[in-house]
C-alpha cells in the first residue's frame, strides 16, 4: 500500500500572518478527513518554526531545497541536516525553479537526494519536461533521464524515503494542466523506470504538480499511478488545499 501524499509548496510566498490564519484552519479543516492523505507544509525556510509550531500532529513540514554541503562557509545555505533538526520530514528536491531560475544541475540534484536521505528526510525529486520538449516528442526520454541521475546513488534501504513529483514545467503556475489520461502516461513510465533500477517501484509515491486545483485533483488522483500531488499556487488558500485533500479517494 503507497503513502497518499498532498504536499503544498509555499514557494517564496507567506509571512507570519498567513502562517498563523492558514495553517490553523487546514489543521482544523483537515482533522475530519479520513481517507490516509498525508498533508506536508513546505514554506519558506524561515517559517518552518511557525508553521510546525501550528502543524500539530497531522501535519507534516518541509524545506524546499537543501544545500550540497553539510556544513561550512557557503553563506546563504540550508544543509539538509539542519532541515531535519529544525523539525522538517521532508525535502523537495530539483523542483523545476531550481533547475530553470538558479541553474541547479542534475548532478547538483543526485548529491541533494543523497543529503537529504542520509539525514533522514524524505527526499521529494521533482521531474518534468519543457512544452518544447513535450512537443519535440520528448517528454519521457527527459523525464526518464532525469530520474534516473537524481537515484543513481539510492542505496536499498534509503527506499522508502523517496518520493518522485512528476511536475511537466509547463504546467507550473500556468494554469494549464496536464490531462489525467497523460499524467497517469508519465506515472506509469517513471514507475517503469524505478522498476528497472531495482527499486521496490509498486511502493514508490508519485506525486502529480503543475496547476492543480480542488476542481481537478480527484480526476487526477483518481489514476492508478499517481498517489498525490505537489501544489504551488492552490496551497496558499486554505479551501483549496483542503478541497484538494479531500479529492483523494
Ligand atoms: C509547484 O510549484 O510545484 C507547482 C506545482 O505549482 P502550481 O501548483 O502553482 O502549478
Known sequence: MRRKIVAGNWKMNGSKDLVNSLVGQIRSELASLDNGVETVIIPPALYVGDVLSQAGAALT????????WDSGAYTGEISAVMARDAGCSVALVGHSERRQLFGETDEQVAVKVGKA???????????????????AGKAEEVVSAQIRKAVADVSNGQWSQVVV????????GTGKTATADDAQAMHAAIRGVLKELGAPAEEITLLYGGSVKADNAAALFGQPDIDGG????????????????????
Not at 513540514?61 to 550540497?68: E, F, H, K, T
Not at 536521505?117 to 512537443?135: K, N, P, Q, W, Y
Not at 513529483?165 to 507550473?172: C, M, Q
Open 117 to 135: 536521505l542520509a539525514s533522514g528526510l524524505d527526499a521529494v525529486i521533482c521531474v518534468g519536461e519543457t512544452l518544447e520538449e513535450r512537443e
Open 61 to 68: 513540514v518541509g524545506i524546499q531545497n537543501v544545500s550540497c
Open 230 to 249: 505537489l501544489i504551488g499556487g492552490a496551497s496558499l488558500k486554505a479551501e483549496d488545499f483542503v478541497g484538494i485533500c479531500r479529492a483523494m479517494p
Open 165 to 172: 513529483a512528476y511536475e511537466p514545467v509547463w504546467a507550473i
